[in-house]
């Protein structure tokens, strides 16, 4: 009787910790899934600024920004951005343009490589890789340019975009993730990430 009821409890003890367990998983679970969530969205937000810095800089070239990464691409290998070089000092009493006028300071306009000023700072860039979404299998980010209206002008915009199914494609949770994505379709949210608008004149993210 006593092997027995040692061996009962035993296996009440084992069912107890079983539950415990599934409980605790099921709490953690989608905790998890959040953190997945959050730390890839993170490296494609990255992702996407490098696009927007590069997008700027050709519009300040081009005066319109670029629908096509091969364009974008070109433009930072083989462009080039002006920069003006002030040689000489404006006493306090005078103003810049003043002292221009006078000649005691002359400006010159030089043009420098793109390449060798945007992304210095960031370890092994590539280029190449700045269209693709990252964790996924090289799928690329959709992107748009054109123009709005606003107060008779033609105001350039553009957008870049990625979907949650491309970058939580391999994710455990599928069913988390498509309960998610359902939730945000019927909250009218944008089921992934965009940077900038092709309604409105803005350059900001939907985070």
């Known amino acids: 009787m006593n092997i027995k009821r040692v061996l009962i409890q035993a296996a009440l003890l084992i069912l107890v910790f079983f539950l415990v367990y599934q409980v605790y998983q099921s709490i953690m679970e989608p905790v998890r899934f959040k953190n997945v969530i959050q730390d890839?969205?993170?490296?494609i937000k990255v992702r996407m600024g490098e696009i927007k810095t590069l997008q700027v800089e050709y519009k300040k070239i081009n005066n319109r920004y670029s629908g096509c990464f091969d364009t974008l691409i070109q433009f930072y290998n083989e462009g080039e951005m002006p920069?003006?070089?002030?040689?000489?000092?404006?006493p306090d009493s005078l103003t810049e343009e003043?002292?221009?006028?006078?000649?005691?300071?002359?400006?010159?306009?030089?043009?420098?490589v793109i390449k060798d000023t945007l992304f210095t700072d960031i370890p092994n860039f590539d280029i190449?890789?700045?269209s693709h979404i990252p964790f996924t299998q090289n799928k690329k980010f959709e992107i748009e340019a054109g123009t709005v209206v606003r107060a008779n002008f033609q105001i350039p915009v553009f957008q870049v975009r990625c979907m949650m199914t491309d970058?939580?494609?391999?994710?455990?949770?599928?069913?988390?993730?498509?309960n998610e994505?359902?939730?945000?379709?019927?909250?009218?949210?944008?089921?992934?990430?965009?940077l900038g608008s092709m309604d409105e004149p803005s350059t900001d993210g939907n985070w």
């Open 40 to 43: 890839r969205e993170d490296v």
């Open 83 to 90: 920069m003006v070089m002030k040689h000489g000092t404006a």
């Open 98 to 112: 003043q002292a221009l006028e006078l000649g005691l300071i002359t400006r010159d306009t030089t043009y420098i």
């Open 128 to 130: 190449n890789k700045i």
């Open 167 to 178: 970058y939580l494609w391999n994710i455990k949770q599928q069913d988390l993730l498509e």
């Open 181 to 194: 994505i359902r939730t945000m379709i019927e909250d009218e949210d944008f089921p992934g990430l965009f």
